[in-house]
């Protein structure tokens, strides 16, 4: 049974940083594309970030510069770092994992996480 767990979410200033970790369980993962979406209060889940096993990655255009994505196959585990945060990025934030996708990127969300809330204030 494949499990993610999100963590690393919080309250912070604009401007200020954040990093989020999500730690998969249950077979793996080194095969696999994993990555971030958001929902934002009253509207639909958008693509964040994504990175396949050999770390080959891919951002929204809202993000890019400003949030990294990275993984520890080892750990099985994904991490979006966010830096200089606006009020607009305020959203829960859901890490998934796409099965099998070798080295392409891909965003089906075959598996999700409980999501984390990330709160950035003006």
């Known amino acids: 049974q494949v499990q993610l767990l999100e963590s690393g979410g919080g309250l912070v200033q604009a401007g200020g940083s954040l990093r989020l970790s999500c730690a998969a369980s249950?077979?793996?993962?080194?095969?696999?594309?994993m990555g971030w979406f958001r929902q934002a209060p009253g509207k639909e889940r958008e693509f964040v970030a994504a990175?396949?096993?050999?770390?080959?990655?891919t951002y929204a255009d809202s993000v890019k510069g400003r949030f990294t994505i990275s993984r520890d196959n080892a750990k099985n585990t994904v991490y979006l770092q966010m830096n200089s945060l606006k009020p607009e990025d305020t959203a829960v934030y859901y890490c998934?994992?796409?099965?099998?996708?070798?080295?392409?990127?891909?965003?089906?969300?075959?598996?999700w996480g409980q999501g984390t809330q990330v709160t950035v204030s003006s």
């Open positions: 990175i396949t096993w050999s770390s080959f990655s």
């Open positions: 998934y994992v796409d099965l099998n996708t070798v080295n392409v990127l891909s965003t089906r969300g075959d598996y």
């Open positions: 249950g077979r793996t993962f080194s095969r696999d594309t």
